[in-house]
């Protein structure tokens, strides 16, 4: 959708961009330019600065930036129309009732409704007399009408073509259904349903839209389950299954599961903070949605080897971000659905309230690994001990770790702490040498974030350009004084040409230099890049003369990769190149 500039400059200026921020990410500091860790990406060290002189806002790790409505659209995963939709129910902003939609939205939209409707035809086919298996299926799990009702449950009938023709009576197209994984295309170019005789368990975004479907077998067929694939409104690494139902009123805390049922079977038992992933191995960006909606988190997997594998791999990622993790042990059944059907939802309770912390959890799996009654058993696992306690950055948790070991084994604590303190050094000394790195690839700017492919190749260039377009955002009435200077023709490269042009336009129809106001003309990087020139705003130097200099340094720049190659030049050329540099330097000889 379009909409108008004083529109949008209305809508933000009701927006506090370090508040709206602030809900995601702690903040720290006060000021023009407070900063906070980057939601975008892993780091213990904040990158991600906030600037409240333009409302913007520029991560200097992942190369993240834009404004409150390219934020709103990342962290929640929305297109642009809706990202202003929602930025308007929280200022309190009519919608416009009248913007012309562009095509990605409309797809999104038509994917969003078309989800809908197949959610209401399976909930209505779980009625029906075919979907009898389905309904014994479920009161065999002890599933409740009104638990059906809340996940909106229901049935893939098994046909090949009933929900195609369903849908097709609504205006579908097959070409649609397919885009939407609805449907799949045969060998023969048919088109058959994706989901038949199943149990299906729709998923819900943050908002309450449908956006994908799982499906389980009702007998031994394979796959056991079957899950939606990404679309134009789902990417199953981003997302969690009951997520909008358990964000709400959890106190802080979540509890992650492996699959749809027993997130349903904690539900139904009063645990509602139950979440799980989605057909696939826990992601980064599942670990750092579950950092948006609570402190804490007890990872509760199948107590069976591959469950214990995954934990692990769920520790992993989560150590990268401020959550409080603990591992719930799974004791009397396998799952917390099976545990909760033998011993009731008191026994589950006290199973959760009796999780470990991650560094109990690995000292655990640790020692499970070793037969500790023997001298080589107690050695094995004080080895593996060593490297986890080493990994304990606080010293009175290290040091209780090292007292309980040592009476555990009954080793010399001080035996421990010299162990353990040699590990942590070669931990520190990896450390240090990854910094030095990173930073020697910051100074060879293999770190830089630039969508600009010529960055590298003409460095000195590029940064004068940089700041000449940072200049002029700030100053847009250099665009009248400098108008005998100013073209696009000046720039070197051809990426920051068509920076200028965009911008320049915008200026000419009076048009607000913000990041999203170019969400027609650029991409993601695109417009990560209109943030990091604004953030240039506190570097470049505010007078005529400053943007003289970027002018007079650019056409120096441009003039010197405009000229051949010595090696490539006449004799007479390249007499006439040393008598031009003489003349520069003051007639040296």
């Known amino acids: 959708m379009r909409f108008s500039d004083d529109f949008l400059n209305d809508l933000r200026s009701k927006i506090d961009i370090e508040e709206l921020i602030a809900r995601y990410t702690e903040v720290r500091g006060r000021g023009r330019t407070p900063v906070c860790l980057c939601p975008f990406h892993n780091e213990k060290t904040p990158s991600f600065v906030i600037y409240k002189d333009n409302q913007s806002y520029y991560c200097f790790g992942c190369g993240a930036g834009g404004d409150a409505i390219t934020f709103i659209r990342n962290i929640e995963n929305l297109d642009y129309t809706e990202a202003v939709r929602y930025l308007c129910e929280r200022t309190g902003t009519p919608f416009p009732t009248d913007p012309i939609d562009d095509e990605l939205t409309k797809r999104r939209r038509r994917c969003y409704e078309a989800n809908r409707e197949a ?7 779980l009625s029906l007399p075919h979907a009898q298996a389905a309904r014994e299926y479920l009161h065999q799990r002890g599933l409740k009408r009104e638990t059906v009702v809340r996940f909106g449950l229901g049935y893939a009938p098994d046909s090949w073509d009933s929900l195609i023709k369903h849908l097709r009576t609504k205006g579908y197209t097959d070409n649609e259904l397919i885009l939407y994984d609805l449907a799949r295309r045969t060998a023969k170019g048919g088109c058959i349903d994706a989901f038949r005789n199943r149990l299906m368990f729709p998923i819900f975004d943050l908002r309450g839209n449908v956006i994908a479907f799982g499906g389980r077998v009702l007998d031994d067929s394979k796959p056991k389950y079957l899950n939606t694939s990404d679309t134009v409104v789902y990417k199953k690494s981003q997302a969690l299954y009951a997520l909008n139902f358990a964000k709400n009123g959890n106190n802080n805390r979540l509890i992650l599961c492996e ?14 903070q139950a979440v799980a992933g989605l057909g696939t191995a826990f992601t980064p960006e599942q670990a750092k949605l579950l950092s948006r909606y609570c402190e804490e988190l007890l990872v509760c997997f199948d107590s069976d080897e591959a469950g214990v594998k995954a934990a692990q791999r769920a520790r992993k990622i989560l150590s990268d971000t401020d959550v409080k993790l603990r591992v719930v042990r799974m004791t009397g059944g396998k799952d917390p659905d099976e545990i909760i059907k033998k011993f009731g939802p008191e026994r589950m309770r006290e199973i959760l309230e009796g999780a470990v912390n991650e560094t109990e959890f690995a ?6 690994k070793f037969d500790t009654e023997t001298s080589d058993g107690k050695v094995g696992y004080l080895n593996e001990a060593v490297l986890i306690l080493a990994a304990i950055p606080n010293a009175v948790k290290r040091d209780i770790y090292i007292t309980q070991l040592s009476a555990e084994l009954q080793v010399a604590k001080a035996a421990v702490e010299i162990q353990v303190t040699k ?3 070669r931990n520190n000394r990896k450390e240090e040498k990854a910094v030095f790195e990173h930073a020697v690839k910051n100074l060879r700017g293999e770190n830089d974030h630039s969508p600009n492919p010529d960055k590298k190749r003409y460095t000195k ?4 350009e940089e700041f000449l377009l940072a200049a002029l955002i700030c100053n847009p009435v250099y665009l009248k004084k ?21 911008i320049t336009e915008k200026m000419k129809q009076h048009i607000s230099i913000m990041p999203s106001s170019f969400v027609d003309e650029l991409d993601e990087s695109g417009i990560a890049y209109i943030s990091m020139l604004l953030a240039l705003e506190e570097q470049i130097g505010e007078t005529e003369r400053a943007f003289s200099d970027y002018l007079n340094v650019l056409a120096a720049e441009k003039k010197k990769a405009m000229q051949p190659a010595s090696s490539s030049l006449s004799d007479a050329d ?12 003051g007639g040296g000889t």
């Open 574 to 585: 390249f007499l006439a190149r040393i008598a031009d540099c003489r003349k520069t330097d």
């Open 363 to 368: 000292l655990q799996n640790a020692k499970s």
């Open 482 to 502: 400098f108008e005998d200077r100013l073209s696009a023709d000046i720039f070197l490269t051809d990426y920051n040409k068509r920076i200028y042009t965009l």
């Open 259 to 272: 699959g749809y049922m027993d997130v349903i079977s904690l539900h139904q038992a009063g645990f509602t």
């Open 423 to 425: 590990a942590a050094k």
């Open 119 to 125: 959610a209401r035809f399976f909930n209505a086919q």
């Open 461 to 464: 260039a590029v940064k004068a």
